[in-house]
């Protein structure tokens, strides 16, 4: 009988103890003494945001968002997020700030907006040999876009080009980008609508097969997402890029992830 | 990236797996009996809150459930969540497989025939000595293969953990994969998991012979 009372009192303790965990650490968005910078990101986002050959998290925008914490005196903290909960995450204060090739064209009014640092295309990648050569072509075919991504909102929104999304034969999402090249090399989607970047490091990583369509669906920007109304946490780190760029960190970072023709900051 | 390095990586990732596979399953076994007990409560009102919970755990999703979970208290309250991701995904997979544990708990006690208990009564037992010495030992022995099953499904689900961005193992998985560009890294994940569920089979094996002390 005293076992069962003690194994029951420790399951308390136990829950007991989770919970206490929660509330004790502080966001770091009161702006009255900022240690920590947390940065969400998704960890499948290569060249901006993924896991290095050593198994460390690494990318231009987290290089630069340690650039950043170093000018500051901050520690940098990375967190890898749920692409499709990233908006929970950043309202309930889990993280400070999104800042992974994340498109501002289209969620202007969703978040607090740093200046754009980089210029990103979304573009139309298709199978080498496949006889898709304009956007035009695509009239019917099977085209793949990433859950949640630019790349979708582009092709349904009415403004932007959801006439062409209608073209098409049918509009998949998919949820990461080896399952999309994977199916696309099977013939199982006839293309693929990404950001440049991206395109350009799976391109360059997969070697032959695939080509990039000279038309591109639009040109967007990159920006750092903050929580609306977080314009002090946003200020600070605007004029840190701009320092950054000022002092040749930024393109140095840019040349570093092959993406230097699409920074655009100092403009 | 080496394959030492990966194996290293994923290693550690499994690590955090177990742990919610551990957790879990010291949390939910206990709760799964109170809640076995509260479904056969004969006041009604009891079995029938219970018979309500448990049609939602097992009738929505587990990834659903762990949402909700983690950012219901912020959704509804507004509190702040930093540092409540672990606890919630340990709330959201203990309560969900308390559920499940508490159907497999109540076919095992109501499979005990009648005749038992009359016996039992007949003997002097009282109640509680009836299910303490002659009930459980039985069940016991009797749910451990659906246990079991429940068991080695739980230590697959731990990777919807990804729902709330945890990076246990297949996230890690996942991750390098989307890195390196090549599914390998979700194979190395599959292997682990079947390393891990042989592991848990076999300990399963060992405790239902002990426990066929009989034959």
């Known amino acids: ?267 | 990236m080496s394959i030492m390095v990966m194996l290293k990586l994923l290693s550690a990732g499994m690590l955090k797996s177990i742990s919610i596979f551990a957790f879990t399953l010291i949390l939910s076994i206990p709760l799964g009996m109170l809640v076995a007990f509260g479904r056969m409560s004969k006041n009604k009102v009891i079995s029938n809150i219970i018979k309500i919970y448990i049609s939602i755990m097992r009738g929505t999703p587990l990834m659903l459930q762990l949402l909700v979970v983690y950012f219901g208290p912020n959704l509804l309250f507004g509190m702040n969540i930093a540092g409540y991701k672990y606890p919630a995904i340990i709330i959201g997979f203990a309560i969900n497989y308390a559920a499940y544990f508490a159907e497999i708990f109540r076919s095992g006690i109501q499979s005990m025939p009648q005749g038992q208990y009359e016996a039992a009564d007949v003997l002097g037992y009282s109640k509680r000595q009836t299910f303490m010495k002659i009930i459980l030992p039985q069940v016991a022995k009797r749910v451990l293969p659906p246990v079991t099953n429940e068991t080695i499904t739980l230590v697959k689900d731990t990777s919807l953990a990804y729902a709330l961005s945890y990076t246990e193992m297949f996230t890690l998985a996942k991750q390098i994969a989307a890195a390196q560009t090549t599914f390998a890294p979700l194979f190395i994940g599959g292997i682990f998991y079947y390393v891990f569920n042989f592991v848990v089979a076999e300990v399963m094996n060992f405790i239902e012979r002990k426990m066929d002390y009989y034959k």
């Open chain 1, 1 to 267: 009988m005293k076992k069962k009372i003690l194994a029951v009192a420790l399951c308390l303790v136990m829950v007991l103890t989770m919970f206490a965990g929660c509330g004790s650490k502080d966001a770091t968005t009161g702006g009255d003494t900022i240690t920590t910078f947390n940065v969400g990101f998704d960890a499948e986002y290569p060249p901006f945001g993924y896991m290095d050959d050593n198994g460390d998290y690494t990318g231009f925008d987290l290089e630069v968002a340690q650039a950043v914490c170093d000018l500051e005196g901050w520690e940098l903290i990375k967190t890898p997020i749920n692409w499709d909960a990233k908006d929970q995450e950043l309202n309930s204060g889990a993280i400070d700030c999104i800042w992974n090739g994340f498109t501002i064209n289209g969620r202007e009014d969703s978040y607090t907006w740093s200046v754009p640092y980089c210029d990103n295309s979304q573009v139309v990648v298709v199978a080498e040999g496949a006889g898709i050569a304009t956007l035009a072509d695509l009239a019917g075919k099977k085209v793949g876009v990433q859950a949640a991504s630019a790349a979708l909102s582009v092709l349904t929104d009415e403004e932007a080009q959801k006439e062409l999304g209608d073209s098409f034969g049918e509009l998949a999402q998919f949820g990461d980008y080896n399952a999309a090249f994977a199916e696309l090399a099977a013939g199982a989607l006839d293309a693929l609508a990404i950001d440049i970047g991206v395109a350009k490091y799976q391109l360059n990583s997969r070697g032959e097969g695939f080509v990039i369509l000279d038309e591109h669906l639009n040109a967007e920007q990159y920006g750092v997402g903050f929580k609306l109304g977080n314009e002090e946490l946003r200020d600070i780190i605007n004029a840190d890029l701009e320092k950054l760029y000022a002092d040749g960190t930024i393109t140095a970072l840019a040349e570093k992830y092959e993406i230097a023709d699409m920074i655009i900051l100092g403009a």
